[in-house]
């Protein structure tokens, strides 16, 4: 081969690795490239995450709470908020639960409160209230208020016409209730009373409704009687402690017999197993 053939070769040949060194060059600055792509795209990703994870998370545990109310039926949840005031401008993670639920279990018609927290910003309150069983007209410094008793005894005030205007929860006057505090207790006698009422209320026949008061006479030795008024009749029923079912039906039985014969009978009296009535 002459020289001229060599040499024209080896310019050829050196011209092709030329090309095939700028193309991996290429390649290699494209790979470099993607690759700050990724890294920009991954870092941007990372930083709309955190975004993400602040503005769901971390800002509404130091923001104010959502407070959110379960078991309230004849309160207003104004009422709660308002006693609930101390920690009004609490953030999330600031609330005190076991503050919150002390504050309401001193309130004389809760009878069970429990406060949790719920990640990021929610707080749920749990309120069971008292059920009343009977009421009494109090007078508190020369004014009269209506005061509700429920089964075990406490006394606690609800400011709710249904409650007050309901027929089934009986009037009861006579209870030795000095100076009064919400949520202090009647002594423990009353409270087989309040258990008879109870059960009698839960009956389907609403009794009570044809009751306009029971009057809680003492006796000596710390026991008691009751009085009972029926609603239609202006006769006041003597009776002993026993208020069940059939002592209420065995009342409207002798009214009516009574009432019958005697139209001026103004008191009966039912004690010691037996029956005798008073006139006019």
């Given at each position: ?28 600055a ?27 998370f971390?800002?509404?545990c ?17 009422d709660i ?8 401008n609490?953030?999330?993670?600031g ?18 409160v ?6 990021p ?13 009977a ?9 009269s208020k209506?005061?509700?008793i ?12 249904s ?52 009057q809680?006479?003492?006796?000596e ?35 009516d ?12 009296d039912?004690r ?9």
């Amino acid at each position: 081969m002459s020289d001229a053939a060599i040499s024209d070769f080896e310019e050829f040949w050196g011209s092709f690795e030329g090309v095939k060194t700028s193309e991996k060059a290429d390649k290699k600055a494209s790979e470099k490239k993607y690759i700050a792509l990724k890294i920009v795209v991954f870092v941007l990703g990372f930083f709309l995450f955190v975004e993400g994870i602040i503005y769901a998370f971390v800002l509404p545990c130091f923001g104010h709470p959502a407070i959110i109310y379960s078991g309230l039926d004849s309160f207003a949840r104004k009422d709660i908020a308002e006693r609930l005031a101390p920690l009004s401008n609490s953030s999330w993670t600031g609330f005190d639960t076991d503050r919150a639920a002390s504050i309401l279990s001193n309130v004389s018609y809760i009878e069970r409160v429990s406060v949790d927290k719920r990640f990021p910003d929610k707080i749920f309150i749990s309120v069971k209230e008292r059920t009343p069983v009977a009421k009494t007209i109090l007078s508190v410094n020369g004014v009269s208020k209506s005061v509700q008793i429920d089964e075990n005894c406490v006394l606690f005030s609800i400011q709710s016409d249904s409650i007050l205007q309901d027929s089934s929860v009986p009037l009861i006057s006579g209870l030795p209730i000095e100076n009064l505090q919400e949520g202090m207790r009647l002594p423990a006698k009353y409270r087989v009373l309040m258990e008879q009422i109870s059960a009698i209320r839960n009956l389907s026949q609403k009794y009570f409704a044809a009751i306009s008061e029971i009057q809680v006479v003492p006796k000596e030795y710390g026991n008691y009687e009751l009085v009972l008024y029926p609603t239609q009749a202006k006769v006041r029923v003597l009776t002993d402690r026993s208020l069940t079912e059939d002592a209420l039906k065995y009342m409207m039985v002798v009214l009516d017999v009574v009432n019958s014969i005697e139209p001026d009978v103004v008191e009966v009296d039912l004690r010691y197993d037996s029956l005798s009535y008073r006139c006019r």
